[in-house]
């Protein structure tokens, strides 16, 4: 057997594992394990690792595509200082993910404007880059997407789909008073991803108020919250619109620059 016909042979298995990566860098890594006098085992360790690295890679990418974030904000873009009711500690300890380990879920409350959305957004990228399922939806499209799927006899497919997910965020609950439909199809969501999986929740109703959402069916709101709230982080935020802040620090830079020395 030449070696000519084993580098052939290589190559067939390599492409019947489907092990592209590897494949293209099989000729550069042999030359190298020549000069360098790798052993058989070195040889073998590094054409894997490209293998490895090259698949992580789709996956990850594949993940992130899941994902659906609407931003590419992280925990680390999160400026602590401007928002002294969120605290650094408790957003740190929740981007180790450990609370999504035992299905805990997050809740933040707050008004418009002061970092809910980035800070559910930032925990959802650090899942995504930490390998684990993630989703982002608003309440409103969740709300849509069961409406159409009620309609369509894709009821039980859609439920599963949202228990998939070892993290969902939902975000801007509370927004847009929910049909009874879309707050039962809410409820189901929760309830199926009890104790099971993590929920990132947004939402500017304070959790007394949370009645409006359903309809003022106390009932539902209060079985919501109640699974909800069992095993849950809740983080109040209740200091300015960043957006606002920054609008008005430009607004007073430009009224000292205007009044001058
Ligand atoms: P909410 O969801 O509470 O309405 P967002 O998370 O959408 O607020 O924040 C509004 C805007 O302000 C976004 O562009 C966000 O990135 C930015 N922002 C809010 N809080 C902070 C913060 N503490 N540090 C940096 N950017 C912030
Ligand atoms: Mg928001």
Known sequence: MTDRSDYQKLRAHLAFLRMGAAAEA?????????????????????L???EVDAVDERRRASLARFAS?????????????????????????LGTLRFVEDATNVLLIGPPGVGKTMLAVGLGHAAVAAGMRTYYTTAAE???????????????TTMRFYAGPRLLI???VGYLPLPAEAAAALFQVVSQRYLK?????????????WGKVF??????????????????????INGDSYRMRSHRAR??????AVAGP
Do not use: Y
Request: with cysteine; glycine share 4%; aromatic share 4%.
């Open 26 to 46: 099989l000729p550069a890594l042999l030359d190298e394990a020549i000069k360098t006098k790798l052993t058989n085992q070195a040889f073998l360790e590094r």
């Open 215 to 236: 309809n003022d069916d106390p009932m539902v709101a209060g079985a919501m919250l109640d699974r909800l709230l069992h095993r849950s982080v809740v983080i109040n």
């Open 142 to 156: 969740l709300a849509a997407r069961c409406h159409r799927a009620a309609i369509e006899g894709r009821w039980a």
């Open 251 to 256: 607004a007073e830079a430009t009224r000292k």
């Open 69 to 93: 974030l609407p931003s590419p904000f992280t925990l680390a873009d999160f400026d602590f200082a401007a928002q002294p009711s969120v605290d650094p500690k408790l957003i740190a300890e």
């Open 48 to 50: 894997l690792a490209v």
């Open 197 to 209: 999986g993590s929920i990132a929740l947004t939402t500017n109703l304070g959790i007394a108020s």
């Open 170 to 172: 939902i975000d801007e």
